[in-house]
């Protein structure tokens, strides 16, 4: 049951960063008046790219971190901050820097295969994306939860490719204010993920604060609790 918490966790977090949804104007700018069959294949190289990516930055995060010199508070700290500003930038229905530029896409409607860059990356697997598997995987008990860590990795990057196929019937279903509105509760909830993880690091590198802290209110609770009033 634990497992499958963490593993829920992880997905709806990492949904949340990636957001395909923020995707699909992008997508349809580049390949929206291609034949059907070629936009399901850039749909397709999107999301393996997406896949292969976090897939390769999970894999291999216990050893960045070792070659680095990075321990898992100090890039839970930094993830946080990180992915705080991109949910900010979420709720206000804004496209976040760390997504792509618009030098980028710019760029990218002279490429013939937009699927690899800048769809696949970084618009779905961007930095975001990255730290947030990163500081799954580092906070992952046992080999199971990192195995349910890449599932969940798997299951999103699924759903990028069905919700980038379908990236026409979005548009027309959903409309601009409906993606909007999936953008700011995404944002609202990948900000909340982001404070969590600055707050984890935080107790983490250190130990003692907690504690102190707690001690200190518990001091302070009994002198500001108001005087009973004296019965006659």
Same mark, same amino acid.
């Given at each position: 049951?634990?497992?499958?918490?963490?593993?829920?966790?992880?997905?709806?977090?990492?949904?949340? !960063?990636?957001?395909?949804?923020? &995707?699909?104007?992008?997508? =349809?700018?580049? +390949? /929206?008046?291609?034949?059907?069959?070629? $936009? %399901?294949?850039?749909?397709?190289?999107?999301?393996?790219?997406?896949?292969?990516?976090?897939?390769?930055?999970?894999?291999?995060?216990?050893?960045?971190?070792?070659?680095?010199?990075?321990? !898992?508070?100090?890039?839970?700290? &930094?993830?946080?901050?990180? =992915?705080?500003? +991109? /949910?900010?930038?979420?709720?206000?229905? $804004? %496209?976040?820097?760390?997504?792509?530029?618009?030098?980028?896409?710019?760029?990218?409607?002279?490429?013939?295969?937009?699927?690899?860059?800048?769809?696949?990356?970084?618009?779905?697997?961007?930095?975001?994306?990255?730290?947030?598997?990163?500081?799954?995987?580092?906070?992952?008990?046992?080999?199971?939860?990192?195995?349910?860590?890449?599932?969940?990795?798997?299951?999103?990057?699924?759903?990028?490719?069905?919700?980038?196929?379908?990236?026409?019937?979005?548009?027309?279903?959903?409309?601009?204010?409906?993606?909007?509105?999936?953008?700011?509760?995404?944002?609202?909830?990948?900000?909340?993920?982001?404070?969590?993880?600055?707050?984890?690091?935080?107790?983490?590198?250190?130990?003692?604060?907690?504690?102190?802290?707690?001690?200190?209110?518990?001091?302070?609770?009994?002198?500001?609790?108001?005087?009973?009033?004296?019965?006659?």
């Amino acid at each position: 049951m634990e497992i499958l918490t963490f593993t829920l966790l992880s997905f709806g977090s990492l949904f949340s !960063i990636v957001d395909p949804f923020a &995707a699909v104007p992008v997508f =349809l700018a580049l +390949v /929206g008046d291609h034949p059907r069959p070629q $936009q %399901k294949r850039t749909a397709l190289r999107a999301a393996l790219t997406c896949l292969v990516v976090l897939l390769s930055f999970g894999v291999a995060g216990s050893l960045i971190f070792r070659f680095f010199g990075i321990t !898992i508070p100090a890039f839970k700290i &930094a993830g946080g901050i990180l =992915l705080f500003g +991109v /949910g900010l930038e979420m709720m206000r229905a $804004q %496209k976040s820097k760390t997504r792509g530029t618009a030098e980028e896409e710019h760029e990218a409607e002279t490429k013939e295969d937009v699927g690899l860059i800048p769809i696949g990356l970084p618009l779905l697997s961007g930095p975001g994306a990255i730290a947030t598997v990163m500081v799954f995987v580092g906070q992952a008990k046992d080999m199971s939860h990192k195995i349910g860590v890449l599932i969940a990795v798997a299951v999103v990057s699924l759903a990028s490719f069905l919700i980038l196929r379908s990236a026409g019937l979005m548009s027309r279903v959903l409309g601009k204010t409906g993606m909007n509105v999936i953008s700011r509760i995404m944002g609202l909830i990948l900000a909340a993920v982001a404070i969590q993880f600055v707050l984890d690091g935080t107790r983490e590198a250190f130990p003692g604060l907690a504690t102190k802290v707690g001690a200190a209110v518990e001091k302070a609770a009994p002198a500001s609790a108001p005087s009973a009033a004296p019965q006659e």
